[in-house]
């Protein structure tokens, strides 16, 4: 026997044109209402994850202090000209009072952030090199500065220096800027070694 279409009280089931247009209307509606308000909120998520990344990566390095027993120095190196992207680099000291930051075996700096042979270079002399940067964080940079907004420029890069004891010898100060929402933080690092973020 041939199937059937069946029919409950002779109509057909399914949902009618004007209950389709109303449900799109609502979804419209909604997306309307909140799309917006997410996209707002959006730039302050990301600054705010930029800023707590690099409170931990800051607090690492002052443990890695403790734990080496040498000194511990984190570099904020001035955004990338090309890809505008900021990065910064946690070097390992070779001594625990006045340790030497040049290139091992030279008397040269190494570049902000180091290039894949002088980090090469301070691994072979047993100085762990970590480079980061906020390309997780999109409109993000760091700063010498908030008031005024103050770039950071070759040769003047901000550093914090922890001792094996915690402290610091140098007070210091950098910030985050987020370009798009305009906020900015900075970064304090008192001699005690601790850091305050206002």
Same mark, same amino acid.
């Not at 949902?15 to 209307?25: D, K, N, Q, R, S």
């Given at each position: 026997m041939p199937g059937k279409i069946s029919k409950k009280g002779g109509r057909q089931q399914g949902?009618?044109?004007?209950?389709?247009?109303?449900?799109?209307?609502i979804t419209g509606l909604m997306a309307a209402i909140t799309i #917006? $308000?997410?996209?707002?909120?959006?730039?302050?998520?990301?600054?705010?994850?930029?800023?707590?990344?690099?409170?931990?990566?800051i607090n690492s390095a002052r443990l890695r202090?403790?734990?080496?027993?040498?000194?511990?120095?984190?570099?904020?190196?001035?955004p990338d000209p090309v890809s505008g992207i900021s990065s910064y680099q946690i070097i390992d000291g070779n001594h625990a009072l006045s340790s030497t930051w040049t290139v091992p075996?030279?008397?040269?700096? #190494? $570049?902000?952030?180091?290039t894949a042979a002088e980090q090469a270079t301070f691994n072979a002399a047993g100085r762990q090199v970590t480079i980061n940067n906020f390309n997780e964080f999109p409109q993000v940079k760091l700063m010498a500065k908030c008031s005024p907004l103050t770039a950071i420029t070759s040769g003047s890069e901000p550093t914090f220096i922890f001792s094996p004891q915690g402290t610091a010898?140098?007070?210091?100060r950098v910030s985050v800027y987020h370009s798009?929402?305009?906020?900015?933080?900075?970064?304090?690092?008192?001699?005690?070694?601790?850091?305050?973020?206002?």
């Open positions: 949902f009618t044109l004007l209950e389709l247009m109303i449900v799109v209307a #917006p $308000a997410y996209l707002s909120w959006k730039p302050g998520y990301v600054f705010r994850g930029a800023v707590s990344h690099l409170k931990g990566d202090a403790l734990e080496i027993r040498r000194r511990c120095r984190v570099e904020f190196c001035k075996g030279t008397t040269n700096p #190494p $570049a902000c952030p180091m010898p140098f007070i210091g798009g929402s305009k906020d900015c933080q900075s970064f304090y690092l008192s001699v005690a070694g601790r850091l305050r973020i206002q």
